[in-house]
């Protein structure tokens, strides 16, 4: 049956929602979740939650088990590497290749920074590392600050996994490595070195870049994405004269 949700503008109307699949309706419900949980950690209510999606919050536990469940799947979702791949996939490779690879770490930067405020708002509310989550139903209150969470691994970025990844390090950043190799592809006769080394250098660059990331996109003193990348291509030293 189809689910009444709130008609918009109208507190307390709701309407009839066309019908959705299990995973149709989790996907809603954990794209409403994701930016509750980066502000509020694992003291987010369901309540809220409901209310994000427009849905009511019985809902929920239609579709997952208890809100241990949601937290997870709201994980998952803010490790997949879908949104990065295709960003690195639409970058114009006839563009200079500088241009390129700004625009790639542009990229990256924000798939860890995604990944980093999920993970980060769930640390600082007691949750993730084998810790014991708070009790749900809580106050829905903002996490105390905490120490920032280390940044993602390179799997991370390939396989959308933290904890376990399938197979071998080489299969879990199989992916990543192939989308960045393949930018460094209409200058392959140039490089002293093949694409694919340049592309495991670049995804460690694209770590470190991320880890100096503050609140705004960036610390006092740290390179911006272009000045790391006239670094990566130019080298430490100026022309010689």
Do not use: N, Q, W
């Not at 109307?13 to 930016?35: N, W």
Request: hydrophobic content about 45%; overall charge negative; glycine content about 8%.
């Amino acid at each position: 049956m189809a689910e009444a949700v709130e008609t918009a503008g109208v507190p307390g109307r709701r309407r009839r929602a066309p019908g959705m699949s299990a995973d149709e309706r989790r996907s809603m419900i954990v794209k409403a979740a994701l930016p509750l949980v980066a502000e509020y950690g694992a003291g987010v209510t369901t309540a809220k939650v409901a209310r994000a999606a427009g849905i009511g919050e019985a809902t929920i536990f239609r579709v997952f088990e208890d809100k241990e469940a949601l937290l997870a799947a709201c994980v998952a979702e803010a490790l997949r590497p879908d949104a990065l791949l295709a960003s690195l996939a639409a970058v114009p490779l006839h563009r200079p290749l500088a241009e390129r690879l700004v625009e790639a770490l542009d990229a990256m930067r924000e798939h860890l920074s995604r990944i980093g405020a999920v993970i980060g708002a769930l640390h600082a509310t007691g949750h993730l590392r084998g810790r014991e989550a708070p009790k749900s139903g809580g106050t829905g209150s903002k996490p105390e600050p905490a120490s920032e969470p280390e940044p993602a691994s390179e799997p991370e970025l390939a396989s959308g996994s933290a904890a376990t990844v399938p197979g071998s390090r080489e299969e879990a950043l199989a992916a990543p490595l192939a989308a960045v190799a393949a930018l460094f592809e209409p200058e392959r006769d140039r490089l002293r070195v093949a694409p694919e080394a340049l592309a495991r250098v670049f995804l460690t660059l694209s770590r470190a870049s991320a880890a100096e990331a503050g609140d705004d996109g960036r610390m006092p003193g740290a390179l911006s994405p272009r000045e790391l990348v006239d670094l990566f291509l130019h080298g430490a030293l100026g022309d010689e004269r």
